[in-house]
């Protein structure tokens, strides 16, 4: 179901930063892990980050580590995904996913928001 919705994106240098937003006006995001995937043309939708709704912990793929941050503002309702050091390879779309934990966070869905590293 589609009840995410991402915003954010855009064009970055390599080498630049990005946040991306995820919010939803039907969930209470606190209630849910959040992880952000992202889907680069031709390639499968692959996970790269998650922050669980149990006790605040978050995880990572290792490409990511030290330059990928996720986050939530519980006031705001919204997961955020503070990306640095981008590079070329990283263009994608990149979606919020909620679920009850982290390795199952495919529950509800976002339309995505598109991400493009180039100079």
């Known amino acids: 179901q589609l009840q995410l919705v991402e915003s954010g994106g855009g064009l970055v240098q390599p080498g630049g930063s990005l946040r991306l937003s995820c919010t939803s006006s039907s969930l209470t995001l606190d209630d849910y892990a959040i992880a952000w995937f992202r889907q680069a043309p031709g390639q499968d939708r692959k996970a790269g980050s998650c922050?669980?709704?149990?006790?605040?912990?978050?995880r990572y793929v290792d490409s990511v580590k030290g330059r990928f941050t996720i986050s939530r503002d519980n006031a705001k309702n919204t997961v955020y995904l503070q990306m640095s050091k981008l590079i070329p390879g990283e263009n994608a779309v990149y979606y919020c996913?909620?679920?009850?934990?982290?390795?199952?966070?495919?529950?509800?869905w976002g339309r995505g928001t598109q991400v493009t590293v180039s100079s």
């Open positions: 996913a909620a679920g009850p934990e982290c390795s199952r966070v495919d529950e509800y």
């Open positions: 922050i669980s709704n149990s006790d605040g912990s978050t």
